[in-house]
Nanobody
């Protein structure tokens, strides 16, 4: 069973930055696509960004384009979500997910999920 461990959430003021990290338990993850989703209270879980482990493709939701950046470090077996210019509406629990296919915004295409990390942006 693949496990995903997220870290890096916290409380930040509007305009600030945070970097989330996700480390899969499997060392050989080159065939996965990795994605970040978020879920705010009372809302559906939505796609934020995704990247092929090879790094050849990436995806961003319109709401985060130009502010968020997804990357991976194969040597450290870690995927990152750099979040800049944070807004109060970015407040949510952020989840890391892994998929054997490339349908980056489709929640049901992801087979493995982390437990989530809280991001709170104050105004």
């Amino acid at each position: 069973q693949v496990q995903l461990v997220e870290s890096g959430g916290g409380l930040v003021q509007a305009g600030g930055s945070l970097r989330l990290s996700c480390s899969p338990s499997e060392r050989t993850f080159s065939y996965f696509a990795m994605g970040w989703f978020r879920q705010a209270p009372g809302k559906e879980r939505e796609s934020v960004a995704a990247i092929r482990w090879s790094g050849t493709s990436s995806y961003y939701a319109d709401s985060v384009k130009g502010r968020f950046s997804i990357s991976r470090d194969s040597g450290k077996n870690t995927v990152y979500l750099q979040m800049n210019s944070l807004k109060p509406e970015d407040t949510a629990v952020y989840y890391c997910a892994a998929s054997l296919s490339w349908s980056p915004s489709v929640r049901s295409s992801y087979e493995y999920w982390g437990q989530g990390t809280q991001v709170t942006v104050s105004s």
